[in-house]
């Protein structure tokens, strides 16, 4: 049996919003066991001082470093395309370099993260800094994105704007891939 065009036209026009609605919640659902949504767990930033300036500023930085490690988990969690789960070594030493990478990775999955980020601020001179960070994939076991970035000044508004280019950078080029 032929139908007319006329008669699938019909048929199509009204069940279309239908046919739409059931293609989407089918695609949808296909997705969300393909790509399950990215849940990240960022460790705190390590610091390193190289700069060799005879005035002991060890208070201020970690003072700085802590704001900094606040302001990139604060502006990561206002991004609507992932969810944050908390690491429960959330101390001074919960970095890469303590307790290292395979107890943060394993934290990490604990905590429900398929992505772990992790990095160290490095204080190269008294106005040249870098922020160095990865993210990981944590079901693949691979790399995401690596990055270095520098920023300029050693106070707590230069720490701060570093840690606010550091999420926009982390969520252009590390998020992004992942979408």
């Known amino acids: 049996m032929r139908f007319s065009h006329q008669v699938l036209y019909r048929f199509t026009l009204r ?11 089918a695609t949808l659902h296909a997705t969300a066991q393909v790509n399950p949504p990215l849940t990240l767990a960022a460790a705190n930033f390590a610091f390193k001082d190289t700069s060799g300036e ?9 003072r700085r470093l802590q704001a900094l490690n606040e302001a990139i ?12 789960a ?20 394993a934290d990490a999955k604990k905590a429900g993260a398929n992505h772990l ?14 922020i ?32 606010k280019f550091a999420v926009r950078d982390i969520e252009r080029n590390c998020l992004n891939k992942e979408s």
């Open 15 to 25: 069940q279309s919003p239908l046919l739409l609605a059931a293609l989407a919640a």
């Open 54 to 62: 005879a005035k002991d500023q060890t208070a201020d930085h970690a």
């Open 73 to 84: 988990r604060q502006g990561l969690a206002q991004n609507t395309k992932i969810k944050t």
């Open 86 to 105: 908390a690491l429960s070594c959330q101390n001074d030493k919960c970095n890469a370099a303590e307790p290292g990478l395979e107890a943060l990775a």
């Open 117 to 130: 980020l992790f990095g160290e601020v490095h204080k190269m001179s008294t106005l040249v800094g870098w």
């Open 132 to 163: 160095k960070y990865a993210m990981v994939d944590l079901n693949q076991n691979a790399p995401v994105c690596e990055r270095t970035l520098s920023y300029r000044g050693d106070n707590d508004q230069a720490w701060q704007h570093a840690a």
